[in-house]
């Protein structure tokens, strides 16, 4: 080998090793593999079944990543206001994507009175989106930048839920005739399940499933339970992670263990209240969570069934080994050593991966070293 094949050798293994990080964990030593930093404040993604990765961009675009590349942005998306914290914000296939090249897409929409999270239903097909239809949006519109939501799920029976922020009116959370600060429940088609909790309510919004919400923007179903669970910001701190049952109230604004910006002040009534759920686990301070999965791979077989929880505030992902819906023990990984994680899931192959919020945002890929 010449000096100069050396050299271009050695180069390429600096590139590579640049590229990928080493951290220690209680139970392993992982690497993260970036596999790209060509992102636009990335907000969610979703795993095709050939491999590909669907990543949604907060200012208005979807790109599909095949072997660290970027596609150009997908054409066909709906009328996309980029504004505060709103813009394009969630993507979930369709449980029968194989079939049907159906995909799920949340969003901060434009209308009458300003904006509010919509989703819109669409068909996938060569870099292109036809068949588009809304078949929700949030009522009222407003003109504030704030509280969003918004993540999207599917359970086992084929039902889309959609988490919702209070758009940055808290008392908006505990009225069931509005939309903000609730979790949403519908049909793939948009239309309305006959068991959802407000249906026969002439004065409450019949797409509700729970309510007192402040921004959920982490969601996923439990692999073993097939409960849907999110995590929600709370103000300073009282950020929370809540199992989600039908017509519960988590309590947001008259009760939280978080605390007024800047002054510190007490909200509502205290941390507890008849009638109002309490959290599973909560966080003070706030980490500031987003992004939710349950791990049920083969990677990393002891952290089988532990929640994971984004941290946009510290860069972290908070691993809760759960017991009988009770977390019984967590762990924080990372420290900012990736940036503010906004997104985390699992991918076919059991490895992890994670969206970091930013205007080079990146996408990591978590994977155990092997002894």
């Given at each position: 080998?010449?000096?100069?094949?050396?050299?271009?050798?050695?180069?390429?293994?600096?590139?590579?090793?640049?590229?990928?990080?080493?951290?220690?964990?209680?139970?392993?030593?992982?690497?993260?593999?970036?596999?790209?930093?060509?992102?636009?404040?990335?907000?969610?993604?979703?795993?095709?079944?050939?491999?590909?990765?669907?990543?949604?961009?907060?200012?208005?675009?979807?790109?599909?990543?095949?072997?660290?590349?970027?596609s150009k942005p997908v054409r066909g998306l709906p009328d996309i206001q980029a504004f505060g914290q709103g813009g394009l914000l969630d993507v979930m296939l369709d449980p029968d994507f194989s079939a049907n090249q159906t995909i799920y897409l949340s969003y901060a929409g434009p209308g009458q009175g300003g904006v509010s999270t919509e989703v819109v239903r669409a068909k996938l097909g060569n870099n292109e989106l036809t068949n588009v239809k809304r078949i929700f949006a949030l009522e009222k519109k407003t003109d504030t930048g704030y509280h969003f939501g918004s993540r999207l799920q599917f359970d086992r029976d084929g039902y889309l839920y959609i988490s919702l922020g209070d758009r940055g009116d808290m008392d908006r959370a505990q009225d069931i005739s509005d939309h903000a600060g609730s979790l949403i429940r519908i049909n793939k088609d948009g239309s309305i399940p006959e068991d959802n909790p407000f249906v026969n309510n002439a004065n409450a919004k019949p797409e509700i499933y729970t309510y007192g919400n402040r921004n959920m923007q982490g969601m996923a179903m439990h692999p073993v339970t097939g409960d849907i669970w999110a995590i929600e910001h709370g103000p300073q701190g009282g950020d929370e992670l809540n199992l989600m049952k039908a017509g519960t109230n988590y309590g947001w604004p008259v009760i939280t263990y978080g605390v007024n910006y800047v002054s510190a002040t007490k909200i509502g009534e205290g941390t507890e209240k008849e009638g109002m759920a309490q959290p599973i686990h909560y966080w003070v301070p706030s980490i500031a969570t987003s992004g939710l999965m349950f791990y049920d791979g083969e990677l990393f077989p002891k952290w089988k069934n532990n929640a994971i929880v984004g941290s946009l505030k510290f860069g972290q992902l908070a691993r809760l080994t759960m017991q009988d819906n009770k977390v019984i023990s967590e762990e924080r990984i990372l420290d900012n050593e990736l940036g503010r994680i906004r997104d985390v899931m699992q991918a076919p192959d059991g490895s992890i991966y994670i969206l970091i919020d930013h205007q080079n945002g990146k996408l990591y890929k978590i994977t155990p070293v092997n002894d």
């Open positions: 080998m010449n000096i100069v094949t050396l050299l271009i050798c050695s180069l390429f293994t600096l590139n590579v090793l640049a590229d990928t990080q080493q951290f220690k964990t209680q139970d392993y030593t992982v690497n993260a593999e970036q596999i790209t930093d060509s992102l636009q404040h990335p907000w969610g993604m979703e795993f095709l079944p050939d491999g590909r990765i669907l990543v949604t961009e907060r200012p208005g675009y979807l790109r599909i990543i095949e072997d660290g590349k970027l």
